[in-house]
């Protein structure tokens, strides 16, 4: 849980500068964050030696560390703890300090602070995070806008890009949180940040350009309606229901040569195509064309991965619905089975404003999916 935040008026300009000189910059650079944090931290953890275990704790994990403890008062640690302290954003409990429940990362030549990991997080930063920002093409000097922008980490690399970048998110602490990021990245002039939902939230100010890029990452899972989930990951049963808000406004703040860049997830069965279908008549509406490319696929079968991890969140979402993880793996399975799916894919959508007349199919589909992608899903 988040605790505090910083006054933004006491940073200085280069406030995490001193984390070059200690080497724990070129540490997290060295790091795979595309992956999730604890997959990361197990795959390098016998590599590490205390001192480095206990930074990936502190800074990645929302872990405490122990102030009176010799390694806590060797010159990584202690000069990382320090550093945070002098933003404002170290908490000190009973001897052990931590980071205020955020985390700290790098990607990108960007410093990245986020909600620590936690089974309902009021922010959030993922491995669909860094797919999405792998996708980025930057167009420096015109203008981009990101929505559903939680901390920040597309509209920073825009922004140190050179493009003039309005970040937009309906939660006033992910905007808190990516100002903050903007100023410890000394890239403030060219993002403006809006709370509000979605294009509404330009209503506030008085503009009326139009983006060279649009970039979405929203809630993305296919989450039935009967099962409790954190809302920074509730997509809606079919995981669209952000998704296709976006499609329908994107027409109308594209220019001629821009794009809609958004990742998502969505649900499939057999017989039931209808994610597709929804998605092709928000081009339709909104005037454009696209393609979407299937990435992973997840069964929803016997022994299913993805149920389990839907139930394992769900549980520590709303710990009164379900008795046991084991009754909440069956209802949630009861619940896919309901609405006809067999498995949700992960996707990345590209669409833009269509020049001609509509020749070409309004979506072309290019599936690549495989069960048990061994990368991710969001990467082959």
Same mark, same amino acid.
């Given at each position: 849980?988040?605790?505090?935040?910083?006054?933004?008026?006491?940073?200085?300009?280069?406030?995490?500068?001193?984390?070059d000189?200690?080497?724990?910059?070129?540490?997290?650079?060295?790091?795979?964050?595309?992956?999730?944090?604890?997959?990361?931290?197990h795959?390098?953890w016998?590599?590490?030696?205390r001192?480095?275990?206990?930074?990936?704790?502190?800074?990645?994990?929302?872990?405490e560390?122990?102030?009176?403890?010799?390694v806590?008062?060797?010159?990584?640690?202690?000069?990382?703890?320090?550093?945070?302290a002098?933003?404002?954003?170290?908490?000190?409990?009973?001897?052990?300090?931590?980071?205020?429940?955020?985390?700290?990362?790098?990607?990108?030549?960007?410093?990245?602070?986020?909600d620590?990991?936690?089974?309902?997080?009021?922010?959030?930063?993922?491995?669909?995070?860094?797919?999405?920002?792998?996708?980025?093409?930057?167009?420096?000097?015109?203008?981009?806008?990101?929505?559903?922008?939680?901390?920040?980490?597309?509209?920073?690399?825009?922004?140190?890009?050179?493009?003039?970048?309005?970040?937009?998110?309906?939660?006033?602490?992910?905007?808190?949180?990516?100002? /903050? %990021?903007?100023?410890?990245?000394? @890239?403030?002039?060219?993002?403006?940040? #809006? +709370?509000? &939902?979605? =294009?509404?939230?330009?209503?506030?100010?008085?503009?009326?350009?139009?983006?060279?890029l649009?970039?979405?990452?929203?809630?993305?899972?296919?989450?039935?309606?009967?099962?409790?989930?954190p809302?920074?990951?509730?997509?809606?049963?079919?995981? /669209? %229901?952000?998704?296709?808000?976006? @499609?329908r406004?994107?027409?109308?703040? #594209? +220019?001629? &040569?821009? =794009?809609?860049?958004?990742?998502?997830?969505?649900?499939?069965?057999t017989?039931?195509?209808?994610?597709?279908?929804?998605?092709?008549?928000?081009?339709?509406?909104?005037g454009l064309?696209?393609?979407?490319?299937?990435?992973?696929?997840f069964? /929803?079968g016997?022994?299913?991965?993805w @149920?389990?991890?839907?139930?394992?969140?769900?549980?520590?979402?709303?710990?009164?619905k379900?008795?046991?993880?084991?009754?909440?793996?069956?209802?949630?399975?009861?619940?896919?089975?309901?609405?006809?799916?067999?498995?949700?894919?992960?996707?990345?959508?590209?669409?833009?404003?269509?020049?001609?007349?509509?020749q070409?199919?309004?979506?072309t589909?290019q599936?690549?999916?495989?069960?048990?992608?061994?990368?991710?899903?969001?990467?082959?």
């Amino acid at each position: 849980m988040i605790e505090v935040l910083p006054s933004f008026n006491s940073l200085s300009s280069n406030p995490l500068r001193r984390l070059d000189t200690l080497g724990v910059t070129d540490f997290l650079d060295t790091l795979d964050i595309s992956i999730d944090p604890f997959e990361c931290a197990h795959r390098i953890w016998d590599q590490l030696d205390r001192e480095h275990q206990e930074l990936v704790s502190f800074l990645m994990l929302g872990g405490e560390i122990d102030l009176d403890s010799e390694v806590a008062k060797r010159s990584l640690l202690k000069g990382t703890v320090e550093t945070i302290a002098s933003l404002g954003l170290l908490s000190e409990h009973n001897g052990n300090a931590s980071l205020s429940g955020l985390s700290l990362i790098r990607y990108h030549g960007i410093w990245l602070f986020a909600d620590a990991p936690s089974p309902s997080p009021l922010l959030y930063f993922g491995s669909d995070s860094i797919g999405l920002a792998r996708r980025l093409s930057p167009s420096p000097g015109k203008n981009a806008l990101d929505l559903c922008s939680g901390p920040g980490i597309q509209a920073l690399i825009l922004a140190k890009s050179g493009m003039h970048v309005t970040a937009i998110d309906i939660n006033p602490i992910a905007s808190e949180i990516c100002q /903050l %990021n903007a100023l410890v990245n000394g @890239i403030s002039e060219d993002l403006t940040i #809006l +709370t509000g &939902s979605l =294009y509404n939230a330009l209503n506030n100010i008085e503009s009326s350009c139009s983006y060279e890029l649009i970039t979405v990452n929203p809630p993305l899972l296919p989450i039935p309606e009967d099962v409790p989930y954190p809302f920074v990951g509730d997509g809606g049963p079919d995981g /669209l %229901n952000i998704t296709s808000k976006v @499609i329908r406004g994107a027409g109308d703040k #594209l +220019t001629d &040569s821009g =794009y809609l860049s958004a990742i998502g997830m969505i649900g499939l069965g057999t017989n039931n195509q209808s994610a597709f279908e929804r998605i092709q008549n928000d081009l339709l509406q909104a005037g454009l064309n696209g393609v979407l490319t299937i990435i992973s696929s997840f069964n /929803l079968g016997p022994q299913s991965g993805w @149920i389990d991890g839907i139930a394992c969140t769900s549980v520590a979402h709303a710990p009164g619905k379900y008795s046991s993880k084991e009754e909440a793996v069956k209802e949630i399975s009861r619940a896919y089975k309901k609405i006809h799916y067999d498995r949700v894919c992960t996707y990345h959508l590209k669409a833009w404003r269509e020049r001609q007349p509509f020749q070409n199919p309004i979506l072309t589909i290019q599936d690549c999916s495989a069960d048990g992608n061994p990368l991710g899903p969001w990467i082959l």
